[in-house]
C-alpha cells in the first residue's frame, strides 16, 4: 500500500492550496480517509475525514469553514482544498487510510500512512 501526498509549499497568509494524496494496493472505496498534520515541536494532529460509502465529512473546529475535503474513487485520491490559510496551519501534512466508516479522530485508528507534504504559510 502507497499513500502520496503532493501539493505542499510556501503561501501569505490568506492564500489557498490544494493537497491532493493519491492511493495504490488498497480498495480505495471502502477506506475512510483523513488528514492530519504536525508542526514543529507538536504531537499529529486530526485535521479532516472523509468516510467511505456516502461521503461524509468531519473537520477540526479549527478549519471548519475553511478547509474542504473530497475524494474521487475512480481515481484513488483525496483531496484537502484549504483556503484563508494562517501561519498556524503551517505543519507537515500527512493522509491517512482506515478500514472503518466511523469518525475517528485518533491518528492510532488508521492503518496506512503518506510520508507527508510540507505546508508553510507566512505572516
Known amino acids: 500500500v502507497q499513500l502520496v501526498e503532493s501539493g505542499g509549499g510556501l503561501v501569505q497568509a490568506g492564500g489557498s492550496l490544494r493537497l491532493s494524496c493519491a492511493a495504490s494496493?488498497?480498495?480505495?472505496?471502502?477506506?475512510?480517509m483523513g488528514w492530519f498534520r504536525q508542526a514543529p515541536g507538536k504531537g499529529r494532529e486530526f485535521v479532516a475525514l472523509?468516510?467511505?460509502?456516502?461521503?461524509?465529512?468531519y473537520y477540526t473546529d479549527s478549519v471548519k469553514g475553511r478547509f474542504t475535503i473530497s475524494r474521487d474513487n475512480a481515481k484513488n485520491t483525496v483531496f484537502l482544498q484549504m483556503n484563508s490559510l494562517k501561519p498556524e496551519d503551517t505543519a507537515v501534512y500527512y493522509c491517512?487510510?482506515?478500514?472503518?466508516?466511523?469518525?475517528?479522530?485518533?491518528?492510532?485508528?488508521?492503518?496506512?500512512w503518506g510520508q507527508g507534504t510540507q505546508v508553510t504559510v507566512s505572516s
Open positions: 491517512a487510510a482506515g478500514p472503518f466508516n466511523v469518525y475517528y479522530t485518533e491518528s492510532t485508528k488508521y492503518t496506512y
Open positions: 494496493g488498497l480498495t480505495f472505496s471502502t477506506y475512510t
Open positions: 472523509i468516510a467511505w460509502n456516502v461521503g461524509s465529512t
